[in-house]
């Protein structure tokens, strides 16, 4: 009896030496794992928590005993984006026993958006029994956001690679701007890019010029000016007025945004910013980009975004300048070729004009020498005429005084009349001379 009893305190004693260093090994455990910096949790087969990790509330602002009292409170948290992501996971869980990985995001108890990299896998005994699952989560949001930053970055210097591409090709302004709007959209994976001059009118208007992107008619309804009143104000309007980079980063919440909220959420923009184009120091308008998410502008990608829009401008520069320079070579070619035709018709004017002074010039060689010769005649005239007066006086008288019957008459008669007409002559000609 007294072996048994002894027996019977040594078992216990036994026992009671196993319960306390198993209880050490679990308080050892417990004190690692509450200690461990990711959220760990453990689930029954029943789906509540046996454990969950104090490190919980770190990353969540959730105490451990708010998520064991409601297994479901992770659900409530998740970011309405990522609930079916969640619940498709969820329902994996219940079928696969391997390992599962997801990253998701929740919103903490002070609003914040954290990002969660969840790892999740069954849980077994020694016997094979199944004991629920293990899971571990890790807040990433800093990777994430660090990841989402040179994604953003490496977006905007491609947007930036591809537009300098297009201003070395492009020939036509038009053209160029429509290009750099295509690249924005597809190599930055923004939701829309367009640009628009500023009108120099009374309601100084900003007027869509480019396009490319998810638009469907926004832009016909907005009406957007560059004037200091409510529909002036927003990111487009303060750019041209300001000249400098005007963002939006929440169109939902950013009170400036009022007159197209409505109109811009029905499209998915959720941010944007206008950059002004400036050339000679005016600005001539803005390229718009926005976002289907809220604060899609860091920094960075506005300074690298602001390089787009000086190149933007300095693109337009370039092809009007060497737009005017081809108006000014045609109107240079056209006024060359004008004075090719007029130097021309000049040459065949002067040829004409030389003809006929030269055919002048020998009408009047011509009239000098006649005019000459009429001097000669006119001098000869006068000496004739005397002597001729003489001869003829004689020859008239000796023909009347010579017998009709005499054979000498009749040759008188000749003299006579040769006589007189050579007077003739002579007095025709010193007329002529007279009246010139």
């Not at 300001?242 to 197209?260: E, R, V």
Request: hydrophobic share 35%; glycine share 6%.
């Amino acid at each position: 009896m007294n072996n048994r009893i002894a027996e019977s305190e040594s078992s216990d004693a036994q026992r009671k030496l196993l319960e306390e260093e198993l209880h050490k090994i679990e308080e050892r455990f417990r004190l690692f794992a509450d200690y461990t910096y990711d959220w760990e949790t453990w689930r029954g087969p029943d789906g509540k928590y046996i454990y969950v990790s104090p490190s919980c509330e770190r990353i969540t602002g959730y105490q451990k005993e708010e998520f064991i009292s409601d297994p479901w409170l992770i659900t409530k948290i998740v970011h309405p984006d990522d609930a079916e992501k969640i619940s498709e996971h969820l329902r994996e869980e219940s079928v696969h026993k391997r390992v599962l990985h997801l990253d998701f995001r929740i919103i903490s108890r002070k609003g914040e958006e954290r990002w969660i990299s969840h790892y999740c896998q069954a849980v077994y005994g020694k016997d094979g029994s199944w004991l629920g699952r293990r899971c571990s989560n890790r807040d990433i949001t800093d990777r994430k956001q660090v990841q989402t930053e040179s994604q953003r970055v490496n977006r905007a210097l491609k947007v930036l690679s591809g537009c300098n591409q297009a201003m070395i090709r492009s020939t036509e302004e038009g053209r160029f701007l429509q290009d750099v709007c295509q690249i924005i959209v597809e190599e930055g994976e923004y939701r829309l890019a367009w640009v628009g001059f500023a009108e120099q009118d009374e309601k100084k208007r900003v007027r869509p010029v480019a396009q490319a992107g998810f638009e469907k008619g926004y832009l016909e309804t907005v009406r957007i000016t560059w004037a200091d009143t409510e529909r002036g104000r927003g990111p487009t309007g303060t750019a041209i007025r300001t000249g400098k980079p005007s963002i939006c980063q929440n169109m939902l919440t950013d009170p400036k945004y009022t007159p197209w909220r409505v109109e811009a959420s029905k499209r998915g923009y959720a941010s944007s910013i206008a950059l002004p184009l400036l050339t000679d120091d005016q600005v001539i308008g803005a390229l718009n980009i926005y976002a289907v998410e809220p604060d899609a502008f860091d920094s960075e990608e506005v300074n690298l975004l602001m390089e787009l829009g000086e190149d933007l401008a300095y693109g337009i520069a370039t092809l009007r300048t060497r737009a005017e320079r081809k108006q000014a070579e045609a109107a240079l070619r056209q006024a060359r070729d004008e004075l090719y035709i007029l130097s021309q018709e000049l040459e065949q004017k002067v040829q004409e004009r030389t003809a006929e002074l030269e055919e002048k010039s020998k009408l009047l060689v011509e009239a000098e020498r006649l005019a000459t010769l009429g001097k000669i005649a006119n001098r000869v005239a006068h000496e004739l005429r005397n002597p001729l007066t003489v001869v003829g006086g004689f020859s008239r008288r000796m023909y009347e005084r010579t017998p009709d019957d005499d054979p000498n008459k009749k040759y008188l008669k000749i003299i006579v009349e040769h006589v007189r007409a050579l007077e003739e002559k002579i007095s025709e000609i010193i007329k002529i001379q007279n009246e010139q």
